[in-house]
């Protein structure tokens, strides 16, 4: 409790009171002087909306990605699979938590990359050209560096997976067969079995998932930084706000942009049962 009411929350606090400072563009330099220029100028700023809904939105999209994969692997887990094979599945589920996480997006740059296995492939099929612009890493068709948003929806949903797999397994374990085999004896069909019981009784642990894969986007800056970066994401503009720029209250403040986003989407999540299927 002291570590985290001292360290952690005094550290939100301090970058609370930073917020208020206010930036001399003219001399790079912080001044002292309290007020909410700052905040203002976060606001006011279009690109810097642009890029919270940019984030917003990429976060959304792997996290629905991440739970579409990852429901029908725990669900099969959880229902069909003999012990052995259920151990083998959640092995090969979370064995890529054990590598660098750096390894893992380079891997994928590779794989994405124009001489890669993936356009390769895709070339092979004759679908390269159709998704050369979703697919653009630097150099691909000779455009330079692009932004690849498939490309990096591709591996943030590779890279969470794991996060999203296990709490929904945990919680379709949860369900009891004995509701599964009561609505079938009063003549539910297996999809209003699935619709009535089920999902709705393993629809906290899909939640729970979700707060991790939803945050860890949206807190991310290596995967937009490698894959493509040229259109920033929250992560990345505050690095630069507070490094490249020198401009700590603007980035102090925009820090709390994805807090009071995750705050909203904890209360959201709290309220649907999530933290009780953790």
């Not at 996060?163 to 509701?179: G, K, N, W």
């Not at 820090?255 to 999540?269: C, D, G």
Request: with cysteine; charged share 15%; net charge positive.
């Amino acid at each position: 409790m002291l570590w985290l009411g001292g360290v952690y929350l005094g550290s939100l606090l301090g970058l609370v009171w930073q917020s208020f400072y206010t930036f001399d563009d003219f001399a790079g330099k912080v001044r002292h002087d309290l007020g909410f220029d700052t905040w203002e100028r976060l606001w006011s700023n279009e690109t810097n909306r642009i890029i919270v809904g940019r984030t917003v939105l990429m976060a959304l999209a792997v996290t629905i990605a991440c739970a579409m994969l990852a429901y029908p692997l725990a669900y099969f887990m959880a229902r069909y699979a003999t012990r052995r094979v259920k151990a083998v599945l959640l092995f090969l589920a979370i064995m890529p938590l054990w590598s660098n996480y750096l390894v893992r997006v380079y891997s994928w740059k590779l794989i994405m990359a124009k001489e890669g296995a993936l356009p390769w492939s895709l070339d092979k099929v004759g679908l390269g050209k159709g998704l050369e612009w979703a697919l653009d890493l630097p150099y691909i068709g000779g455009q330079g560096l692009t932004f690849s948003l498939l490309g990096q929806f591709i591996v943030f949903t590779y890279v969470w997976l794991p996060y999203m797999v296990l709490p929904v397994h945990a919680a379709l374990e949860r369900v009891p067969r004995s509701f599964v085999e009561a609505a079938g004896d009063l003549g539910a069909r297996p999809a209003t079995v699935f619709r009535s019981v089920i999902w709705p009784l393993a629809l906290p642990g899909v939640v729970a998932g979700s707060i991790f894969t939803f945050s860890l986007t949206l807190g991310d800056y290596i995967v937009p930084t490698i894959i493509g970066n040229s259109k920033p994401v929250i992560g990345a503009q505050v690095y630069v706000y507070q490094g490249v720029a020198g401009n700590l209250p603007l980035a102090a403040a925009f820090t709390f942009v994805p807090i009071a986003i995750m705050a909203v989407y904890l209360t959201i999540a709290k309220r649907l049962g999530a933290f009780e299927a953790l």
